[in-house]
């Protein structure tokens, strides 16, 4: 399949300015890049290493941040301001939420999903704002108020990570100020971290007993009043301080395009979101149970390699095959863990506390990791 004669490069929209939707920007580069158009449309002007947001809070420089026209000119592409609003797929037009219309070959849905609080009576983690809601906890916490803390996973949670970095990192701030704070960390899972298998996880498990954190698995929690939490099975009733808590996420809703439950998009192990021609996903925006940065970068890959062969490249399109990468933060070294993951479980975990990828770093992308990397060491004063 080819444009039309007048128009011989490939049009491909990418809309989103965060992991996904640059790293698709960049492969396109390095697999198609003269044969296809591509654009970026994001409502971002830069573009925030937003995992290691976690540690602003305890006085850590502030998580790297680039120039999102920086990153989209290096990757050949136009950078367009607006955000995605709905999508005209039989004409191929992708609207903005200012009322633009903007005209494509192929679309790549790479918004992200929607975060939203589980609990009303827990301060709920959101990185965009983690500094400013932590802080007057820690405050208190230092102030000697708070004695207390449970951190809670809902049963539909977004990426568990920051739970356990957070109730570790407060937990060893706690301890270096000779403060005696009970921390506990309530959540659904069958083990810590347990997505990345059993050696990865009973390595968390030590961790999380050395940073004096108890853990209750396989919990589904309620918050009915502040300070309370209730414990399924077994209506365990936890009385706490403070209760923090990862929000859970939704699909972006994207009107236009086949939604499955809760607005996430559903796609084909290359990224094509069903039911629709012309238009691919990676991401959080999808389906797929595991919200990472470093998956959905691999999700954009597989996208990208797709998009590359219908602009004619000669290449053969493999399809998604996740592996995770997280570089777990704690109150001492980080812990690095991989899994590949079949049918949403681990397996072929390892663990160490050396990094196990290169460039090391919370996020491990194919393409923009080493990106990054670069303006690191060339610019490492940058912010």
């Not at 995992?51 to 136009?78: K, M, N, T």
Request: aromatic letters at 6%; hydrophobic letters at 45%.
């Amino acid at each position: 399949m080819s444009t039309e004669s007048s128009n011989p490069k490939l049009r491909v929209l990418i809309a989103g300015g965060g992991i996904a939707a640059l790293e698709c920007a960049l492969a396109l580069k390095e697999l198609a890049g003269e044969l296809t158009a591509v654009s970026v449309l994001a409502p971002n002007t830069e573009f925030i290493v937003r995992p290691l947001r976690v540690r602003e809070p305890f006085s850590y420089p502030r998580a790297r941040r680039y120039p999102l026209a920086d990153v989209v000119a290096h990757a050949g592409a136009e950078l367009v301001a607006g955000e995605l609003a709905w999508v005209d797929a039989n004409k191929r037009a992708a609207h903005t939420q200012a009322g633009a219309e903007l005209e494509y070959d192929v679309l790549v849905i790479a918004v992200g999903g929607r975060v939203q609080p589980r609990f009303k009576h827990a301060l709920t983690i959101d990185d965009r704002v983690l500094d400013e809601t932590l802080h007057g906890l820690l405050q208190d916490l230092e102030g000697g108020y708070i004695g207390s803390l449970a951190f809670v996973a809902p049963g539909r949670m977004a990426w568990p990570m920051p739970l356990y970095e957070l109730a570790m990192m407060t937990s060893g701030r706690a301890f270096d100020m000779n403060i005696d704070l009970t921390t506990t960390i309530v959540t659904p899972e069958d083990a810590p971290l347990g997505i990345f298998g059993t050696a990865a996880s009973e390595a968390v498990a030590e961790r999380l007993e050395r940073a004096r954190v108890q853990t209750i698995t396989s919990a589904y929690a309620e918050v009915p009043h502040t300070g309370e939490v209730v414990i399924n099975p077994g209506d365990r009733h936890l009385k706490v301080d403070r209760v923090i808590a990862l929000p859970e996420l939704y699909g972006p809703s994207v009107r236009g395009i086949p939604l499955s439950e809760h607005g996430f998009l559903r796609v084909t192990p290359f990224g094509q979101v069903l039911d629709v021609e012309r238009v691919y996903a990676a991401g959080d925006a999808t389906e797929f149970a595991i919200k990472h940065g470093g998956v959905g970068s691999q999700q954009a890959d597989a996208v990208a390699e797709s998009i590359a062969a219908l602009a004619g490249a000669p290449l053969t399109p493999e399809p998604f095959h996740p592996v995770i990468r997280g570089m777990l933060l704690t109150d001492e070294e980080p812990l690095y863990l991989t899994a590949r993951i079949t049918g949403g479980q681990g397996f072929s975990s390892e663990v160490s506390d050396e990094p196990l990828w290169s460039p090391p770093g919370k996020i491990s992308t194919k393409y923009l990791s080493p990106y990054l990397d670069m303006v690191d060491h060339s610019s490492p004063e940058a912010s």
